[in-house]
T-cell receptor, first 116, second 112 residues
């Protein structure tokens, strides 16, 4: 099946710093990728839709200037958490949409962000 | 408001029995519904997709039903095994886009 990777798998940073998370589709091209955030015991919450070659579409309540998304190629999307604060600590997961009629999203393994 | 509800209590089940999970939704008109498996600290893994005009889908030991009148999907794991222990998420997608809305998930524990 299709494989999506994320890097890093976990990161600890100081408050006020920026953190970049990479999402790669390893064996397929994805014009659309999604970024989710998941707090403990909670559902995955969609943050934004990342489209290759165009601006990301953010969900209501998600600050686009805080969560910068770049989808520069058909296999790579990046999420940068700018000026991170402890409340940004969470599990960030990306997914890549496979083409065709199956509408499958393949998820990455997630990135655990801890902001001190 | 839109809601996707899954049972918050873990389902403990004896090995070999059938586990049945429920996903109820309100104020959605989904084009399709998906079920995922998520292990602790990992991303979700796709299991099954069922469209709004389909009643039932099967894949190996898994079966999903979709009742758009009741606004409910049932997810069955037959002949359950300890390796099936995980959290199972349902997710809905609306017409015209592939944005998924997830339930909180329902944990399954298969007891040997």
């Amino acid at each position: 099946g299709a494989v999506v990777s994320q890097h890093p798998s976990r990161v600890i940073c100081k408050s006020g710093t920026s953190v970049k998370i990479e999402c790669r589709s390893l064996d397929f091209q994805a014009t659309t990728m999604f970024w989710y955030r998941q707090f403990p015991k909670q559902s995955l919450m969609l943050m934004a839709t990342s489209n290759e070659g165009s601006k990301a579409t953010y969900e209501q309540g998600v600050e686009k200037d805080k969560f910068l998304i770049n989808h520069a190629s058909l296999t790579l999307s990046t999420l940068t958490v700018t000026s991170a604060h402890p409340e940004d600590s969470s599990f960030y997961i990306c997914s890549a949409l496979a083409g065709g009629p199956r509408n499958e999203q393949f998820f990455g393994p997630g990135t655990r962000l801890t902001v001190l | 408001s839109q809601k996707i509800e899954q049972n918050s209590e873990a389902l403990n089940i004896q090995e070999g029995k059938t586990a049945t999970l429920t996903c109820n939704y309100t104020n959605y008109s989904p084009a399709y519904l998906q079920w995922y498996r998520q292990d602790p600290g990992r991303g979700p893994v796709f299991l099954l997709l069922i469209r709004e005009n389909e009643k039932e889908k099967r894949k190996e030991r898994l079966k999903v039903t979709f009742d758009t009148t009741l606004k409910q999907s049932l997810f069955h794991i037959t002949a359950s095994q300890p390796a099936d222990s995980a959290t199972y998420l349902c997710a809905l997608a609306s017409y015209g886009n592939n944005r998924l809305a997830f339930g909180k998930g329902n944990q399954v524990v298969v007891i040997p």
